[in-house]
């Protein structure tokens, strides 16, 4: 199977100032980046802080706007989506096939069930 990718914004912070003439502005957003094959889940996820909006520049109300907008602002301000998903699926992929294990001595012999 391949790795599913999914993107979502977990929380979002505004300004309870009228900034630059507009009211209710993003100040920052909790982002996440989930990613699952079968049972298999990893996670990415962090906040970014977003530049105060020009005055006379377009600005869409809080109540208007969508995940895919914040999410189109969170790249735009540095989280690069293509690593991102990549350390996810990397992620996944090491849980499925771990890189590393961590086998039983090949001296020790197993120990025997205790009788009772």
């Known amino acids: 199977m391949a790795t599913t990718i999914t993107w979502q914004i977990d929380w979002m912070s505004a300004s309870t100032q009228t900034i630059n003439g507009f009211s209710e502005v993003v100040l920052t ?11 298999v ?5 962090g906040s970014v802080s977003f530049p105060e909006p020009a005055t006379g520049g377009s600005f869409t109300p809080y109540a208007q706007l969508t995940e895919s907008q914040v999410l ?42 205790v009788q009772a």
């Open 72 to 113: 189109g602002w969170v790249y735009e301000s540095g989280v690069n989506q293509t690593a991102t998903e990549e350390a996810v699926t990397n992620q996944v992929n090491n849980l499925i096939n771990p890189p590393v294990t961590q086998p039983p001595l090949p001296w020790a012999t197993p120990q025997a069930p």
């Open 29 to 39: 957003a909790g982002w996440r980046c989930n990613g699952t094959d079968g049972n």
């Open 41 to 45: 889940f990893a996670s990415n996820y």
